[in-house]
């Protein structure tokens, strides 16, 4: 495998700032995404990874109100929370920026204006509702009232907890804020509409291109085939107005922040000092652009955004796979804090190394089917797979070697067949990871790891060392470390602290960036010089 010098566009969901990050966040978006930039990093490719916080929108005005706090001053909190959580987590952003940076509101009135002067955007006058006692308009996360279906009293704004109906907040019985229990009533208001059904044509020929699952695909095209304008302006006076509007109209949060991404880039392009340097990503048609979401944002990733971008006068880059997860549940139920159904992230890192974490996230991922975190499979997974195999296998070699004098292993005949089956697996975890699924890649990392278990056992050096066959021994260590160096390239995408170690203790200089080369795989002119060796996990 040689460089291929690709550029490669990454970008993941941007987290909501409206509370800290679960385990369902990191295996649907954040990890995959993570170990897809250091995959394609290793192969020597032109990476830009990218995301931020999502910093606008009801959610977030309605809870800072509760709590009495300002907007910015709440987003700044979850702001730099996610950031100490990513950075924790070892995820690799290039940059990580906000939707609050100080070059988002300029691409996202552009962006409406080309839309606008382009002929996709429409305004018209709806009846929606209003407080009079609060004096403004409530959406619908600010309102309860009756379920107009089962008449449950307490139903939120925009479906019923009860029945599982879903409604306009506008057909509520009896509909009262949700803050002070105002009555409310229905007032004119006006807003624009993204004329959606415009872009039918484009966006089934961009679809017939995308890479995604066919269930996703299938998903996507019947959704564009029943498209219709969709309302991208709201009352509120947190957001980013609405050009050319008076105080209070601001964009919908779904319209502004895809847009994230570029402002995101542009903003990582001013901190590296050369402005201009977001545009070899975005305004590239040779760019390759991989997107990563959950399930629920399909339709914004795969029809709306790309929608948006057909109208503008720029020719951005539009996203080229679009790798979508399922859900991911703890102990078989949705992630949820107010239900008591959560890991604390920071409390669980300060027990347990990153690496195991990654690991078991890794190898539970959801990519086709919903899957779920257990603490049983974790200790399980940790014991059985990290330690007794991974860890079991790297420790018995470098102890060996290091206990009974061979520091030092270079051009030393090589064993062809175990060579050959080593490479083997490392092609088929290439694959693995180019096609994004990090289960198969875990799987042929443990495959990798056994193969060493059997070869160090059946040439058993300890019995050669017995009967004086140093020569020998050299060469069982030689070959035992060269599988091990593959292991540690392969494990880095999802364990880059343990690959790190590993490589140091083989006494191996290097650099990640274009390490998944022919002249890393192949083992002619190898040189080990083995170190102290330590335990890489421990037994929970």
């Known amino acids: 495998m040689e460089n291929s010098g690709s550029r490669v566009l990454i970008t993941a969901a941007l987290p909501y700032a409206n509370g800290p990050l679960h385990f369902g966040h990191i295996s649907g978006a954040y990890l995959p995404s993570d170990c897809y930039a250091r995959f394609r990093r290793l192969l020597g490719d032109d990476v830009l990874f990218i995301c931020g916080s999502d910093e606008y929108g009801i ?7 509760k709590e009495k706090i300002p907007f910015q001053q709440y987003v700044d909190h979850y702001h730099q929370l996610h950031r100490n ?14 939707t609050t940076n100080p070059y988002h509101q300029e691409f996202v009135s552009q962006f409406y204006t080309d839309l606008k002067n382009n002929g996709f955007i429409t305004k018209k006058k709806t009846q929606q509702l209003y407080s009079e006692q609060e004096q403004r308009f409530l959406a619908d996360r600010y309102v309860e009232g009756e379920c107009p279906f089962c008449h449950f009293r ?3 704004g925009d479906e019923c907890q ?21 009555t409310l009533s229905f007032k004119e208001t006006e807003h624009s509409f993204l004329q959606l059904e415009k872009f039918k044509d484009s966006l089934l020929e961009f679809l017939g291109n995308l890479r995604t699952k066919n269930h996703i695909k299938n998903f996507v095209v019947s959704y564009v085939n029943s498209l219709r304008e969709r309302a991208i302006t ?4 947190w957001g980013i107005p609405v050009p050319g509007e008076g ?5 919908y949060v779904w319209f502004d922040a895809p847009i994230g991404y570029i402002s995101a880039s542009k903003d990582w392009a001013e901190r590296i000092g050369n402005g201009d340097a977001w545009k070899k990503y975005w305004l590239d048609p040779n760019v390759e652009y991989v997107q990563f979401v959950g399930k ?3 339709p914004f990733h795969a029809v709306i955004f790309p929608s948006m971008e057909m109208g503008q006068n720029q020719p951005y880059k539009k996203v080229d796979a679009l790798v979508a997860s399922e859900f991911y549940l703890l ?11 959560y890991v604390d992230m920071e409390e669980f890192l300060n027990e347990h190394p990153v690496d195991k974490l990654r690991y078991v996230l890794a190898a539970t991922a959801p990519e086709s089917a919903d899957s779920e975190f257990s603490f049983a499979d974790f200790k399980q997974r940790c014991n059985s797979d990290l330690v007794g195999k991974f860890g079991n296998f790297c420790n018995r070699v470098l102890s060996f070697a290091y206990k009974n004098g061979f520091t030092e292993l270079h051009k030393i005949k090589r064993d062809v067949r175990f060579s050959v089956n080593c490479l083997d697996v490392v092609k088929r975890t290439e694959e693995a990871y180019r096609e994004f699924s990090l289960r198969r890649a875990t799987s042929l990392i443990m495959e990798l790891a056994s193969l060493g278990n059997i070869y160090f056992n059946d040439r058993a050096p300890w019995k050669l060392l017995k009967e004086g066959n140093r020569n020998e021994v050299e060469e069982v260590l030689f070959n035992a470390c060269f599988c091990m160096k593959l292991l540690a390239l392969i494990a880095y995408p999802i364990m880059p602290d343990t690959s790190e170690r590993i490589l140091k203790m083989l006494g191996i200089s290097h650099t990640y960036h274009g390490l998944w080369t022919q002249d890393f795989l192949g083992n002619c002119l190898e040189h080990f010089k083995i170190g102290c060796p330590e335990h890489l996990f421990s037994c929970l």
Not at 247 to 251: E, L, M, P, R, S
Not at 331 to 341: P, R
């Open 162 to 182: 009860q029945c599982g109906a879903s409604y306009e907040a506008t057909e509520l019985i009896a509909p009262r804020s949700k803050l002070t229990g105002a």
């Open 234 to 237: 709201r009352d509120l006076e």
């Open 154 to 156: 307490a139903a939120r």
């Open 85 to 98: 959580t990513f950075r924790r987590l070892n995820i690799s952003f290039d940059f990580f920026s906000r």
């Open 247 to 251: 105080k209070g109209k601001v964009f």
């Open 331 to 341: 102990e078989g139920k949705q992630f949820s804090k107010s239900d008591g159904n």
């Open 296 to 298: 629920d944002n399909v």
């Open 59 to 65: 959610a977030i005005t309605l809870n800072a109100e």
